[in-house]
């Protein structure tokens, strides 16, 4: 099993506030916002949609996701592709994914009784931006959320983890963000 499954580090499963149609153009242009993804890319940006086959939250983010890129056809950051690989981490080793398929950023569907630590622990290691629209996650931390707030989504953004990542966010980004520690 790739992933460490906890039900003391998740209470409870995560919901997506903001649809995945609204989170990934924001996503897109946020990444776009990281000078270190944009030097480092190589002509491709991929990103690997971390989620959980037996959780039907998950499968359906997961589902959305790839709709996104089916309806979008080209979708990039800059000069930069991009492209998805799934990663389901009830069955498959999250490094060996990364590894196989050069993978750049993850992004964490909802997921019930797993420990969000240990997925963030391998994105610092190997340099891989998180992204997710599960809020609380930010806290937990992932990099870069997309939340609700007065109805409309909101950018957050754990700038700790984003640092550790290896992400370097211009300030342009950061003053339209809310910073969580």
Do not use: W
């Amino acid at each position: 099993m790739a992933i460490l499954l906890s039900p003391i580090v998740s209470a409870g499963a995560q919901d997506v506030l903001v649809p995945i149609e609204v989170q990934f153009p924001l996503f897109v242009k946020i990444l776009s916002f990281d000078r270190n993804l944009q030097r480092n890319a190589g002509g491709e940006i991929v990103i690997a949609i971390v989620y959980q086959g037996g959780y039907i939250p998950s499968l359906n983010a997961r589902d959305a996701i790839k709709d996104v890129f089916e309806k979008s056809g080209d979708i990039g950051v800059g000069n930069n592709a991009m492209r998805h690989v799934c990663v389901d981490i009830e069955t498959e080793e999250l490094t060996h994914v990364v590894a196989k398929h050069n993978v750049d950023i993850l992004y964490i569907t909802p997921l019930k009784a797993v420990d969000i630590e240990s997925i963030t622990k391998t994105s610092r290691a190997l340099a891989l931006i998180t992204l997710t629209g599960v809020p609380d996650y930010v806290r937990s931390g992932v990099s870069v959320g997309i939340g609700l707030k007065e109805e409309k989504p909101e950018i957050i953004i754990n700038l700790a983890a984003a640092k550790a990542e290896g992400a370097d966010f211009s300030s342009r980004l950061l003053r339209l963000a809310r910073i969580v520690d």
